[in-house]
């Protein structure tokens, strides 16, 4: 941790604030870039400031601080705590699906994971045909390939968000195994000329 020297977060990924609010925490004012700090005339003075000013709305922060107050450190808690529960228990059941094996750690400390194909599992579909059919159910997995050094590996994400309850994972588990049975079932590769890849942007 000693080599932290700010931590950034895009909070709209996990719920609880307007879509594109953000924080960044620096550890100490020595580590804030002099670039981005701007003397601002301010009521007769020099006011000394990085936000954006004057340049949108205030209600993003205005309502996350509501949601501070309201909420508080154990509200927070309990929330994310759901998530990451919700997570795990998809991490789980897809690790213990034939086709996949979890990329990264078994136990992930967010209410994130992925997980690619298993080498040699078949040669009649990949995860983008499993983002396909899951689509077509309803759901939103993109397939995307890893960078540059990892380009032979493909994986899917999904990031839980609060309100992705119990019930939901199992609709989406449901819906993920009856894709892998339909696949599973074909005779050959699907054609993929016109296939829409989903690949992922953040």
Known sequence: MSRVHSISTSAHKYGLVYPGL?????????????????NVGYLGGWLPTFALNF???GAQVLLQYYNFLRLGHSGYRAVQRASYDVAQRLADEIG?????ELWGEDRPHLPVFAWRMKPGYTRTWDLYDLGNQLRQRGWL??????PDDLSDVTV????????LSMDLAD???DSIG???RYLDGLDGPLPHEHR?????HH
Request: charged share 15%; proline share 12%; no cysteine.
């Open 22 to 38: 953000g924080w960044v925490v620096w550890r100490s004012a020595q580590y804030l870039p002099e670039n981005l700090i701007f």
């Open 196 to 200: 829409r890849t989903g690949a992922f």
């Open 178 to 180: 009856e894709s892998v």
């Open 141 to 146: 997995v993109p397939a995307y390939p890893l």
């Open 156 to 163: 899917q994400r999904v990031v839980v968000r609060n309100g």
């Open 171 to 173: 609709a989406l588990l």
């Open 55 to 57: 340049s949108r709305p």
């Open 96 to 100: 213990k699906m034939p086709p996949f």
